[in-house]
């Protein structure tokens, strides 16, 4: 069981994380204490041509020689490609469905992929919260990491058709690396995931969002804009922020949410909202735009699950939002 002063040190932490997580010293040191993980990088850092230590803050701005590579679906022929790989035919027909039209879309649906897994997860997110194994964030609103404490959790974070299914889609195989449980309508403004979890070269993370109950209109459900995943990466040096070479700039995701607006507003993208039942799967694209729709019943809960994957191999993994390398530890 925690002590109190760790309990305390967390409780500090939490409610001032929004503002230390700006400070580059701090990366740095967090950096120094994770050396072990972060030297793996060295060799991507050369390859991709970033002149500086890999406990050193990393943002795009630091890449000199950006990787070439694609995610393969995100070629104009992916329907072609697709249908001639040679495990198109072990998948079912709904999820062959779904895949032909992820080119297209940037996301694809599977219903009820885990109904009968949903309540166990439940009842674990409860134990973990009455006991204080775990505890929300700074946000108050979410736990990061419960696959710490949930056994049920850490087997849906491995099962192997989903993994399958979205190492097929990204053409590399895919190895998870955070879940974020939700329990409320989250009302984040639309976004990409790929400036909070980014990759090099480009495209090379996945997410599934899991429904842990019923979600309809009042509770805030999970919208998106299909087809945006097209659109070109916004990333820190797409438009203007205060950063410095010692801070993360305040305004740096107000004005990246007002980018991405800017962006919806002149493609004319079109909105859809998930009405997910339980146990219901969405997997977007790293650059699919969504969000969270207004709750309009403040009592409500609007419990999921989020996975995101990272690609094994060449593929090099940080936070464009934080300006910090990723430490990345086995689930």
């Not at 309990?7 to 230390?20: A, P, Q, R």
């Not at 505890?135 to 049920?152: C, G």
């Not at 070479?245 to 990246?256: H, K, M």
Request: hydrophobic share 35%.
């Amino acid at each position: 069981m925690p002590s109190l002063q760790h309990n305390l040190n967390m409780g500090i932490l939490s409610k001032y994380w929004s503002t230390l997580r700006r400070v580059k010293l701090l990366h740095v040191l967090y950096n120094v204490k994770n050396y072990s993980t972060l030297k793996r990088n060295k060799s991507l850092y050369k390859r991709f041509g970033i002149h500086q230590s890999v406990v050193s803050s990393l943002s795009h701005a630091s890449i000199s020689k950006p990787g070439t590579e694609t995610p393969w679906l995100d070629a104009p022929d992916a329907v072609e490609k697709m249908q001639e790989h040679s495990a198109w035919h072990t998948f079912s027909s709904v999820v062959q469905r779904e895949m032909l039209l992820w080119p297209q879309r940037g996301y694809m649906i599977v219903d009820r992929l885990f109904e009968n897994e949903v309540d166990q997860i439940n009842k674990e997110l409860d134990e973990i919260l009455r006991d204080k194994t775990l505890d929300f964030d700074y946000t108050n609103s979410r736990i990061m990491n419960a696959w710490e404490a949930s056994s049920s959790i850490r087997k849906i974070v491995h099962h192997q058709e989903m993994i399958r299914q979205l190492s097929f889609l990204l053409g590399k195989k895919v190895t998870p690396f955070q879940t974020i449980n939700f329990f409320k309508g989250s009302e984040q403004e639309t976004h990409s995931d790929f400036i909070h979890m980014t990759t090099e070269p480009k495209g090379f993370l996945i997410a599934a969002w899991i429904a842990l109950e019923d979600i309809g209109a009042d509770q805030g459900p999970l919208h998106y804009y299909p087809g945006s995943h097209k659109l070109p990466y916004v990333l820190g040096d797409s438009f203007d922020h205060s950063s410095t070479s010692w801070s993360v700039g305040d305004d740096l995701y107000a004005n990246f949410e007002k980018k991405i607006h800017e962006e919806v507003v002149e493609n004319k993208l079109e909105k859809h909202i998930f009405h997910a039942k339980k146990g219901d799967v969405l997997f977007w694209h790293a650059n699919l735009l969504h969000g969270g729709e207004v709750v309009n019943n403040p009592s409500s809960s609007r419990k999921s699950l989020v996975i995101h994957f990272f690609c094994e191999g060449d593929v090099l993994c940080y936070h464009e939002i934080t300006h910090r390398p990723a430490i990345i530890k086995e689930i």
